[in-house]
């Protein structure tokens, strides 16, 4: 072994305990699938390697199903989601043989050397492998087996396995009631695999133990005359299906009612109603609706599974609940703070549910005795609720409903909130229906457990997303401006990494910045709120566009090897109405000239921030006054229908035709506030229709352009002697006065007397003096030096160096930047008032 590798496997040595560390330290924490990626990442780690891929074995179907992976492309991940346990991939070997498989090549198709397996360990053989796919083309070390050994044994405790023998364990109150149930319910995928299978139902399959992965027509009583025939159709036709059938094992009629389940397969109730049938009239509806409502039960597990928000838990209810009891109204509320809140309802007016949001978990009401004993109550009139509840008459009079069921919602040994199930008349409550209720609510206060959370972690990161993009644009003398932001997510809800800015610089000059971090989370709107404060920071110091990313590419750089971002910079000059653009890796900006045409510049595209190599190419466009100029990320012209390139073009269409359209452009003056905003919302609906779907947050910047009119500038040349200096004071006396602001003629003489007496005494010429008239009056003077003015702390006896204080206290602000060969040092003077 040479002195390197040696270093190398002592290191990875060593690592073990700190790495295990780490993982035990971040378990508590994290859900399976974040721990499985952090425990993937920290063997590829270990073994310096490319990237890797968890597999979890799927004893009914014989295959390897991916469960998490780390850094491959997507199209190279679709080749390992699913791996038959009797291939010759590393991962089936390692399952196999119960043993490490070490395979060279790039069998990853991400630049690989080889792959490393490990088999995940269960108490009946391995459960599953971690892969690892590294550059070495030698084997790993023992270290490094140890190692991966040690993360597989982590990973395999933190990995969602089917039991020890094969079959499904129900998990939750709610479930384990299905299964003991006297109405036979059965799951079955979209290929008819079954996937749940209560006790009854196996009964009448007479199949023992279900086997979850048991095609469901492998069992003879499915062969039934016309059951398959409704069941493929029910699934077709995506609508529930009810017939009645004589069952072949106990010859017993039962009603089969078949309900799809959107993504999930299909469910399957059994109802026996043998005993209870009295012709096909009132009978069957009412077993039918016994089996509809285990049918609606087990549906709605899925529906809460799949709810994100406090929001859709409370729909999942009430599509999925009050049909199958025949309910009429819904609240759902949470306790905060001592207080019971109201999160959503159906059925209940304004007035009756501002009357009960906010009570205290002290008072005496049906809902506070619900959560303080955590036993449901079951009212079966307004009489009886009235008998009980003296002190609340008078609310039951601001609603409609009869009767109640209310439910404690416990969730992890601690009250959530309660769910009060209403009825518009009177009603008992049998047996079954006071079971399955007090299940559902079990199922519903887990899902508003966790979507509780995710409401927090959500506003945090809408929060956090307001404060880190600009809350409004400047409306600049030479630039105005209207952005639109989307954030990633169903209904906006995960932070990104897109940005954009309009930052004024000196001369009237604009800076106008877009970019793009890659990646969406807190974490990536972290780093963009970095980036745009640097931007603002650099873009202050008058650096240069290309010198400008440069900076930001380092500060990228600094941030990890996995971390990258795209931006386009550009500075509008209003005198010489020029802009000059610099792209990193980044959409190129489209332009719509006056007369409507709309225009792409052939500008270099530089590689993205974090992975370019300057010097970055700059080009300078020329842009006729009030052109518009517009930026974006690539989430608004890119989706899973169209690549960038395709949406640009879509974009440059919408742009024409919208133009050709509304007058933007023959309004004197322009009514930016709103025309800008307009084409904003019309270019995110064109090309953003379906804003629930998308799956990349997007940030749209449109600017309109002024260039400064020839009246308000002037230039003089000056010799660069003695004589300059008086000079520029005459010339700022005349040029003052014609623009009839003779209050700042003595003021704006001495600024300009002190900074061309610099330039002659410390720096070359020649000598160039330039005065603007905008929103505030500016003095620029011109020299060929490099050398930067400083302020310095003159002494008493000192006969100079203060003048730049005097330049500091007469402006309100002043500068320096920096061009070619030379410097232009500037001051800004507020306007007298009127002007």
Known sequence: MSAQSAERASHAGAAVPTRLALLASAAAGLPGDRALLLALQQATAGLGGLGGVVHRRDPGSGALRLMAVSGLAPAVTEAWAGLPEDGDSAPARAVRGVSEVWLTGDVAGVGASGTASVPLPGPDGPVGALSVFTVASAAPDPDQWSLLRSVAAWAAEHLDTPASDGTYVPHGPFLRTLRGLRVGFVTVDDDWRVTFANEEAERLLAAGRVQPGTVFWDFPATRVHGLEAQCRRAAAEGRPVGFDVRWP??????????????GSGLAVSFLDVTDRRLGQGAGSAEEGAMAARTARMGVLTVALAEAVTSQDVVRAVAEHVLPAFGADGLVVETLEGGRVRVVDSVGYPHEFLSRIDGIPLA???????????????????????????????SLTAMSPMQAWAFLPLIASGHAVGCCVVSFARPRSFDEEER????????????????????????????????DLLPRTLPSLPAASAAARYLPAGRGGDEAGGDWYDVIPLSADRVAIVIGDVMGHGITEAATMGRLRTAVRTLADLELEPAELLGHLNELVGDLGYDHYATCAYAVYDPVARTCSFCLAGHPPPLVVHPDGTVHSPELTVNPPLGAAEPPFDVHEVHLPDESLLVLCTDGLVESATRDTEEGLVQLRR???????????????PPDDGGDLDRLCDHIVSALVPDREGTTDDAALLITRIHGTPAADVVSYDLPHDPRAAGQARAHVRDRLGVWELDELAMTTELLVSELVGNVVRHAQGPICLRLLRSRSLICEVYDHSLTTPR?????????????????????????TRFFGDGKCIWTEQDLPPGS
């Open 249 to 262: 094992t106990d010859q017993r009629l039962y009603y089969v009612r078949l309900d799809p389940v959107p």
């Open 791 to 815: 302020i310095r702390r003159a002494g008493y006896t000192d006969e100079g160096g203060r003048g730049l204080h005097l330049v500091a206290a007469l402006s309100r602000r002043w500068g």
């Open 654 to 668: 919408t742009l024409a035709e919208e133009v050709s359209r509304t007058p933007y452009f023959d309004v004197d």
């Open 363 to 393: 008072a005496n009401t049906a809902v506070t005795e619900a959560l303080r004993t955590r036993t449901p109550a079951f009212v079966e009139s307004t009489a009886a609720f009235i008998e009980l509840y003296p002190n609340l008459k």
């Open 435 to 466: 079971t399955l209720l007090t299940a559902l609510s079990g199922l519903v206060a887990q899902a508003l457990e966790r979507a509780r959370l995710y409401d927090v972690e959500h506003t945090r990161a809408q929060g956090l997303q307001r």
